[in-house]
């Protein structure tokens, strides 16, 4: 439903220029979406440390304009050329080409 339009807005973004990261929330209840509802109904080891991988991501993204952080895979801008993308998921990970269903 968001995906579409989101890449279409990232790929404008970075055509002209303009630092660009992609990122998307892969997890049981999505039906319940929300940045914050996404916690509730999941094992507490994964809830916990997701929420922490997204809020860190955030705070550095807030601190610095790069979301990168120590404890999180490597999330390298969004281009056209290979569409990085970070999943946050039980197991978070940076993904390329990522379908635009």
């Known amino acids: 439903m ?7 807005f990232a790929e404008s973004r970075a055509a002209r220029g303009r630092p660009v990261w992609a990122y998307e929330f892969v997890f049981d209840n999505f039906d319940k979406w929300s940045h914050a509802p996404f ?4 094992d507490t ?4 440390g997701l929420a ?7 705070i550095s993204f807030i601190r610095t304009g790069d979301p990168n952080h120590p404890t999180m895979p490597r999330w390298d801008r969004y281009h056209r050329q290979s569409r ?3 999943r946050f ?5 940076a993904v390329s080409h990522l379908a635009p269903n």
């Open 45 to 48: 080891r994964i809830r916990d």
């Open 52 to 58: 922490r991988t997204v809020h860190q991501a955030w």
């Open 84 to 86: 990085t993308t970070m």
């Open 2 to 8: 968001f995906r579409k339009p989101t890449l279409a």
């Open 89 to 93: 998921d039980a197991v978070t990970a």
């Open 39 to 42: 916690l509730a109904g999941m």
